[in-house]
């Protein structure tokens, strides 16, 4: 693996950089605070080519590859974990569509994605009984004529409310064909039968929209079956590899900024007379904080860097963010336990990074899955 970046690779992430110190960060607060979901920012990251990193410039993406997206996302990430992971699942849908789409699905969607246009693109695959377990989904699709009719519920929908374009399962065989009875779908935001329930009011990333979404007959077009039938949940596997390097990088993010800000306050905060960044006791945790990131962000890159290749990276991806998501929890708890009774009230933003980044722990795949993904790979 190449350590060194690419003149590509540094100047996306020095790009998301300068976005994020000084366009993103001054809001991160407000976001938090207001749920406000941030339309403006979005569409600020698609003008700088943001949304669709690892999309074929053909189709209106950067072709800038994982490595740079991966790069990218850490940038968002200390800034506003709420905008990391609607760029993430934007970003993510995009690949997904360019990898496996038709043509005219390619020229629909992604430069739309890619530009702005659309808001968000989302990833509907949970349900309410259905989260680790997907092959247990219960929405169906049935071919009626020219079109496909959709029933059910999804559930935990990130920027569902926004979505141009949602990727949405569902069971094109009956339940006892488990994931291999499961087909996916092109649905476009506003279509008739999607409804868009309340969002969630989360703990943390509270500035990116979760939603529930009923399908209520919902009607697409024959052409808007994506891959082959019966063979979404492949296509579910694999964009979710790709997804949780998006979930290392996010979590990376976070935990950068925590540590960041610990080491100013530490620097600053005296107790019996020093800095308490002179206390041995805290050197240590901003010193362990230091060591589990960069080993975070190495296995981040390498599964980024495999990805890129062409190599497999499944494993990779599974152990990279088991490892950041549980570190960020750890480096931001220590964040708050270095700002004393400070790192409890929000105007520091401590807190705000303990909370945000405690969903990294749950979303694209629990820790438990993580852990039998790589219980597979070390058992053989
Ligand atoms: C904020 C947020 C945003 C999300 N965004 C999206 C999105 O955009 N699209 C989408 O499709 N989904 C999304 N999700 C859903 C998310 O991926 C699921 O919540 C997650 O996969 C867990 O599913 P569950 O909540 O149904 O928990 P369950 O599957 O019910 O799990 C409950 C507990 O049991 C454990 N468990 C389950 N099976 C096993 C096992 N075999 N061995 C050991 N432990 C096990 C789990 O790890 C967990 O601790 C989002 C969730 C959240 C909270």
Known sequence: MDLELSETQALVQKTARDFATRVIAPQAAEIDEKEKFPREILRGLAELGLMAINVPTEHGGSGAGVVAAALALQEVARACASTAVMMSVANMVGETIAKFGTDAQKQRHLPKLAGGEYAMGSFALSEPDAGSDPGGMRTTARRDGNEWVLDGAKQWI???????????????????????????????????????????????????????????????????????????????????????????????????????????????????????????????????????IEAAQLMCMRAAWLKEQGQPFSLQASMSKLYASEMAVRVCNEAVQIHGGYGYIREYAAERHLRDARVTMIYEGTSEIQRLVVARGVLG
């Open 158 to 292: 990130t920027g569902g409310t926004h979505a141009g374009v949602i990727i949405v399962w569902a069971r094109t065989a009956g339940p006892e064909t488990g994931a291999k009875g499961i087909s996916c779908f092109l649905v476009e935001g506003g279509a008739k039968g999607l409804k868009v329930g309340r969002p969630e009011d989360k703990m943390g990333i509270r500035g990116s929209d979760t939603v529930p979404l009923e399908l209520d007959g919902c009607r697409v077009p024959a052409d808007a079956l994506f891959g082959q039938e019966n063979g979404g949940f492949k296509i579910a596997m694999m964009a979710l590899d790709g997804g949780r390097i998006g979930i290392s990088s996010q979590a990376l993010g976070i935990a950068r900024a925590a540590l960041a800000e610990s080491v100013t306050y530490a620097k600053e905060r005296k107790a019996f007379g020093v800095p308490i960044a002179q206390h041995q006791g805290i050197a240590w945790k901003l010193a362990d904080m230091h060591v589990q």
